[in-house]
């Protein structure tokens, strides 16, 4: 059986072929990361870079590597506008008259590099509305307005995972022929959660209505859930969601007493908005307890906001508890 390839699928989908140019290069560009990642310490890629970026954690060797080969696959392209990415402290310029905005962190989960563990690449496609040099104004745009969202999950095998807004689609990357090949189509989340994925060394500062919630998950048949949970924690939030695509569960990352004022851990434009849509695709959901994620007309590219993902009615729980 002959498998359908990125390409096939993104005609198929009548993606505009602008649009697919994109997400092909975003692909392309995944393909160098993950030679960077094979060879790790013989490609001199694992440690520290020496700096920090604009959010004052210290970047990895391969978060300046992997940026740098997506800013430049993506420069090339007269479709993007411009780009905003979590190792960029501004939006970078690209093409005046492009009809694309990108934003993407560019290595997910970068505490994993350096123990030979999972990590991804996540992207948002936004349209532009400006003209004249790009501004940061730009990009505040809700992520229901997003145009297409996926990642690259680099694994035991690499995978990208994709929506352009017709529900979500998995592709698996054969090295034999260089191509992503289709492998999923229609994903869809579990209804019902049987694991949860949070971190729990940080209990004592989350929210007490965050604490009653997970509290009766690890109660367990014992307590008012009535069903044993699982817990799992990749500390890569693609493989987190990655996992809660394919067989259902919650992931949260919430808001932490210690700094009340920076709202959780993950990032609106890079990550929670992408997966947002991804989420929602698959029949899931992503709640802030403010509202819905996805709604939130952003204020800054690099803002945070505390994320709870996974099974609908899961969520819509935890949101109860903190409405409460
Ligand atoms: P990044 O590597 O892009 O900074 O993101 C890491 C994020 C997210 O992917 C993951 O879920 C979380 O940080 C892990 O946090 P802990 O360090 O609390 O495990
Ligand atoms: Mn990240
Ligand atoms: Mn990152």
New binding site residues.
């Given amino acids: 059986m002959s498998r359908a390839t990125l390409s096939d699928y993104l005609s198929r989908s009548n993606t505009p072929a602008s649009l697919a140019q994109l997400i092909e290069t975003l692909a392309g560009g995944s393909v160098a990361i993950r030679e960077d990642l094979a060879g790790g310490a013989l490609n001199d890629i694992l440690g520290a870079a020496g700096a920090e970026n604009v959010q004052g954690?210290e970047q990895k060797k391969l978060?300046v590597i992997a940026n740098d080969r997506i800013k430049q696959a993506l420069g090339v392209l007269p479709s993007v506008r411009g780009i905003a990415s979590?190792e960029e402290d501004e939006v970078v310029a690209a093409h005046h008259d492009g009809e694309f905005l990108v934003t993407f962190?560019p290595?997910?989960?970068?505490?994993n590099i350096d123990i030979n563990s999972m990590v991804g690449t996540i992207f948002s496609v936004l349209g532009s509305r400006g003209e004249g040099a790009v501004s940061e104004a730009e990009f505040l745009q809700p992520g229901r307005d997003q145009i297409a969202a996926g990642y690259i999950l680099y694994g035991p095998s690499v995978m990208l995972v994709l929506t352009v807004g017709q529900g979500v689609v998995m592709f698996t990357y054969d090295p034999q022929s260089g191509l992503y090949l289709l492998t999923e189509d229609q994903v869809r989340i579990a209804e019902e959660a049987k694991e949860f994925a949070i971190?729990m060394?940080?209990q004592r500062h989350w929210h007490p209505a965050m604490q009653r919630y997970i509290g009766e998950l690890l109660q367990g048949a014992e307590g008012p859930r009535g069903k044993n949970y699982n817990m799992r924690?990749?500390?890569?939030?693609?493989a987190?969601v990655h996992r809660i695509l394919c067989r259902g569960g919650l992931f949260c990352?919430p808001w932490d007493a210690r700094k009340p004022d920076q709202a959780g851990?993950?990032r609106l434009m890079?990550?929670a908005n992408p997966m947002g849509l991804l989420v929602e695709q698959a029949g899931g959901k992503i709640w802030t307890p403010e509202g819905a994620i996805l709604d939130i007309q952003p204020t800054h590219i690099h803002q945070r906001v505390p994320v709870i993902l996974g099974a609908a009615s899961e969520v819509e729980l935890c949101i109860d508890y903190h409405r409460d």
């Fill in positions: 954690e978060d979590e962190d290595l997910d989960g970068s505490s971190n060394s940080n924690w990749v500390a890569a939030m693609v987190d990352y851990k993950l890079y990550e």
